[in-house]
């Protein structure tokens, strides 16, 4: 997985990385924790700006985010529970996934729109009861890219401090990663396989 993203990013360059970051947030499987910091140390070695980097990296996320967004919005609650309950889970979207993430929105509002863009799970779903409240689209953006441009600026700067040491972490980061996806591939094949469960009120 990780030669995949490395390869991905230098034959695209800034704009394979903004599209890395769009499709994180909207089908999880792909690590903004390993991309990002890879982005940083590519800049680092002259491969491509890192203010551009870092713009592409914030801007796909915010897009991609400003996809669930919409579907909450343009759904409604009632609609994409159903949709969860029924095909769901072919994309990893599941009722639980659902209820977690309007469980948080409602106790924490507007601040886990922020926050919650750093936060591995949270952050691909947390957009959906954001749009399902009617949040306004300008606030969301705005919360949404301020958290973004966060996680985005503190990992990119962690990839780019490492320089040549990345090389050195790249000999173990691809195993587990690639031991990762397959863990995230059996948890999907888990959801498809299963028999259904009802959906909650």
């Known amino acids: 997985m990780f030669n995949w ?16 970051m769009l499709l994180e947030n909207i089908i999880p499987p792909i690590p ?8 940083g140390y590519l800049s680092a070695q002259g491969r491509f700006s890192p203010i551009l980097a870092f713009l592409a990296a914030t801007t796909g996320a915010s897009l ?10 343009r759904l409604g609650r009632d609609r994409l529970r159903a ?11 599941t009722i639980d996934d659902l209820t977690a993430a309007e469980a948080w929105f409602e106790r924490h509002g507007g601040k886990i729109v922020f926050l919650g863009r750093m936060v591995p799970g949270i ?8 749009g399902i409240a009617g949040m306004p689209v300008t606030r969301f953006l705005l919360l949404t890219a301020a958290g973004s ?10 990839g780019y401090v490492l320089k040549a040491k990345y090389d050195l972490l790249a000999t173990w980061i691809d195993p587990i990663s690639t031991a990762i996806l397959g863990l995230v ?17």
């Open 64 to 73: 991609g985010a400003l996809f669930w967004y919409w579907a909450g919005r």
């Open 32 to 39: 903004s924790e390993l991309v990002i910091p890879l982005a």
């Open 123 to 130: 952050r691909t779903f947390v957009s959906i009861p954001a």
């Open 5 to 20: 993203i490395v390869s991905t990013i230098e034959s695209l360059g800034v704009p394979g990385l903004g599209l890395l």
């Open 83 to 93: 949709f969860a309950t029924r095909r769901g889970r072919w994309i990893g979207f």
């Open 185 to 201: 591939v059996l948890a999907w094949l888990w959801q498809v396989v299963r028999p259904r469960q009802k959906t909650r009120g």
């Open 149 to 158: 441009a966060l996680w985005t600026g503190l990992l990119m700067t962690g």
